[in-house]
C-alpha cells in the first residue's frame, strides 16, 4: 500500500469539506474581528449602549418582550425535579441619564403553566409534600431600575458615580452577547435572588449608528428561594430556565395572551394597540 503523505491527507480532508470548513471558520472570524473593531464594546459606554439596543431602545420608547420556560425544584440530595413551566411579559421604558447610565421603569406579568398542560395553574399539587397550593399570577410594577455600565440596580441603590467597568460580552458567528447579572439583595436569613441573562443580536445591525434598537433574544437562568405560596418544608431552591425575545411591538403578543395581560395588569399596555 502506497505511503499515506500528509499532502494526500489534506487533499483528501478538503475533499471531504473540511476546506470548506475551515474556510468558512477564517471567514467568521474576519467578520467578527470587524464588528469587534466597530463596536468597541471595552469601552464602557459604547458598551451600555450597545446592551440598551439589545435589551431595549435609546428613543425612549415602550419595548415589549415574551419569555417562555421552565422551573426546578433543586433539594439537597435529589436530582432537580421539574415543577412548572411560565410565561411571562415586560413593558419596559429606557431613559438616558448619562453616557454611563440609564433608568428603565418595567411592569411585568409572570404566569405559571401546568408542566404537561401546558394551561394556567390556579392550583398545585406540591410533590414534595403533597400540599394543594393556590398559585398567584406573578406582578411587578412600574419598578424603576438604574442600569449601570456593568450592572442592573434598584433605582436607590448602587454606586452615586457610574462605574467604569463593562458587562462581559463576546462575538461568534455575526452575533454579539452580552451578559447581566443580578442579585437582589434580602435579608441575610433567606436566599437572595441571582439572575444571569444573556442578550444576542445581530453585530451589524448593532454597529449602525442610527439604529436605536435591534431585534434580539434572551437567555435566561435563576437561583431563588421556595414562594411563600408553595408551602414548602424541606431545605432547597426553585431554578429557572427561560428564553424570551424583545418583540417588534406589543401586536406581537399571542392574542390569546393579550387577553390574560389585560385582565392582570389594566395598565399594561399603556395605550398602545394590542
Known sequence: MPELTRRAMVTGM?????????ATAAGNAAADAAIVRELKLDDPANNLAAYLKLRGD????????????????LVPGEPARPLFKMIGAQRSVYARVSALEYRAETRYVGI????????????????????LCA??????????????TDRMV?????????PRTTRPWFVMGGIVHMTDQITSPVLPALQPDTDLMRFAGDGRLLADPGATRVPSQ??????????????????????????????????????????QLRRQDPEFFAGDDA
Open 14 to 22: 478538503s475533499s471531504l469539506g473540511f476546506g470548506a470548513v475551515a
Open 58 to 73: 435609546l428613543a425612549d420608547e415602550p419595548v415589549y418582550d415574551i419569555a417562555r420556560g421552565s422551573v426546578f425544584g
Open 112 to 131: 405559571l403553566l401546568d408542566w404537561q398542560s401546558e394551561q394556567p395553574l390556579r392550583q398545585w399539587l406540591n410533590p414534595y409534600n403533597e400540599k
Open 135 to 148: 398559585v398567584p399570577v406573578t406582578r411587578y410594577g412600574p419598578t424603576t431600575m438604574r442600569l449601570l
Open 154 to 162: 434598584p433605582a436607590s441603590g448602587g454606586p452615586e458615580s457610574p
Open 218 to 259: 434572551l437567555s435566561f437562568t435563576a437561583v431563588e428561594a421556595w414562594r411563600e405560596w408553595m408551602q414548602m418544608q424541606q431545605t432547597g431552591s426553585l431554578w429557572w430556565h427561560v428564553a424570551g425575545v424583545k418583540l417588534a411591538g406589543p401586536s406581537d403578543y399571542p392574542r390569546e395572551f393579550v387577553g
